[in-house]
């Protein structure tokens, strides 16, 4: 049986039918709120250069500051700025301030290898902004009941939030901030007027069962270093070690020795 979700192939056209969805009835009212919180969240982004990520045709950034600003596709049809595989892009290591990884996670095979690849290219301090659909909202619980019998984006397999955040945390990531939107049903009925995005109850108390979620993750330099385990801290106590203080990015001075003891070493 044949897997209707976004294959990472540059003959797929299923990235063009996704890309349809967000033009009309309930996907253009998706892209509309999620534009909004782009807006809020890129107008005052610094750096100098900009890759969105994803399989549509309309842009992100339109507010942000950024000089240099790109779109990255596999498909001409998409109309990108660069023709290439999100998860093999000709962009060096460590090179993108902010990268906009747009519905893309939910509909391919392997969704660690582009959310790595996607990781690699952003540099210390970067931002990574990732937009998903919640599972576990109305738009999750339509997409379980349909089985994939239905169209985009109800076919795709829906990330949790929480699983996106310990991804990231592996990939030296720290999370900033979770969005949530999205509160209405998961249909366009047209007798009845689009919420704004920032209004209502779930969207001002941020609650987490909006069928959109938006993370925005900070790279840093070097692995974390976990803090140690109350039984790790009571060992330190009493072990009579003198340990030196630890200082960022996980290195470790060199014990410092009084005058005297380093005539004594000598």
Known sequence: ?????????????????????????????IFATEQALHDELLEDSVGYHLLQISAQVKRLYDRSPIPNKRRVAELAGLTPDLIASPRQMPVLEDQIDVVLLHHLLEFVHRPQSLLTEAARVVMPQGVLIITGFNPLSLWGLRGFASRGREGFPFNG????????????????????????????????????????????LGR????????????????????????????????????????????????????????????LSL
């Open 157 to 200: 397999k829906f990330l949790a939030a929480s699983k996106l955040m310990d991804w990231l945390n592996v990939l030296n990531f720290k999370i900033d901030r979770v969005l949530y939107a999205e509160f209405g049903l998961p249909m366009f009925l047209p007798w009845v007027r689009p919420p704004d995005f920032g209004l209502g």
């Open 204 to 263: 001002r108390y941020n609650l987490p069962f909006g069928g959109v979620f938006v993370i925005v993750a900070r790279k840093y330099i070097g692995p974390l270093t976990p803090s140690p385990s109350g039984r790790q801290r009571r060992f330190l106590r009493f072990s009579g070690l003198s340990l030196p203080d630890r200082v960022p990015d996980g290195l470790t001075p060199s014990p410092k020795l009084t005058i005297d003891q380093q005539r």
């Open 1 to 29: 049986m044949k897997d209707k979700r976004l294959t990472m192939e540059p003959a797929d056209k299923a990235r063009i039918t996704l890309a349809n969805w967000f033009e009309a009835g309930v996907g253009q009212q």
